[in-house]
T-cell receptor
Framework: GESVGLHLPTLSVQEGDNSIINCAYS??????FIWYKQESGKGPQFIID?????DKRQGQRVTVLLNKTVKHLSLQIAATQPGDSAVYFC????????????FGKGTRLSVIA | GAGVSQSPRYKVAKRGQDVALRCDPI?????LFWYQQALGQGPEFLTY????????KSGLPSDRFFAERPEGSVSTLKIQRTQQEDSAVYLC????????????FGSGTRLTVV
């Protein structure tokens, strides 16, 4: 399939290590955030979300941290596996209600076996 | 259906040709979004429907782009007189409520204009 994220920043991680992917979002009024994983030739796949009234949320092997003071979002992946290799996008919703998601530029995660 | 379905998966169009891209959202999902994703970029918003009403079309790049969702389920994105700069992946997403959470994306349609 076609390549996603040809010129994106790349994070290379050894298999089994933890990964941290960072995102600076744009709008201090954003109320909702999602991390998506996108593999080549596929659409974005939902990983985890967080609302602006929370600082941290955990899922299976993933944790999202939200720092509203500096408009920063991070995705932590524990015990990174080869199947985690993909491009990761953060997305923000600029305000509550019927508004679309605004996506960041993405980070390519490359897992070294 | 179990997920968001888009067709065709790939489309090659000659410059100047009209194309129609189809999106079948998850059954019962109220909100439907179209995004355009250029190679190496994040998805960019095109337009949004709540049921059959098109509430936001601010992201459509020109009047050659038109979207509809006449019965509040299936949606079609039409591009008239395609240009090379229209080459991209067109993604459709849906969410259950009017206030969207947990948007689910389809696999997209890869449009190549030659």
């Amino acid at each position: 399939g076609e390549s996603v994220g040809l010129h994106l920043p790349t994070l290379s991680v050894q298999e089994g290590d933890n990964s941290i992917i960072n995102c600076a979002y744009s709008n201090s009024a954003s109320d909702y955030f999602i991390w998506y994983k996108q593999e080549s030739g596929k659409g974005p796949q939902f990983i985890i979300d967080i609302r602006s009234n929370m600082d941290k949320r955990q899922g299976q092997r993933v944790t999202v941290l939200l720092n509203k003071t500096v408009k920063h979002l991070s995705l932590q992946i524990a015990a990174t596996q080869p199947g985690d290799s993909a491009v990761y996008f953060c997305a923000e919703r600029w305000n509550s209600g019927n508004t679309p998601l605004v996506f960041g530029k993405g980070t390519r995660l490359s897992v070294i076996a | 259906g179990a997920g968001v379905s888009q067709s065709p998966r790939y489309k090659v169009a000659k410059r100047g040709q009209d194309v129609a891209l189809r999106c079948d959202p998850i059954s019962g999902h109220v909100s439907l979004f179209w995004y355009q994703q250029a190679l190496g970029q994040g998805p960019e918003f095109l337009t949004y429907f709540q049921n059959e009403a098109q509430l936001d079309k601010s992201g459509l790049p020109s009047d050659r782009f038109f979207a509809e969702r006449p019965e509040g389920s299936v949606s079609t994105l039409k591009i008239q007189r395609t240009q090379q700069e229209d080459s991209a992946v067109y993604l459709c997403a849906s969410s259950l409520g009017a206030v969207g959470y947990g948007y689910t994306f389809g696999s997209g349609t890869r449009l190549t204009v030659v």
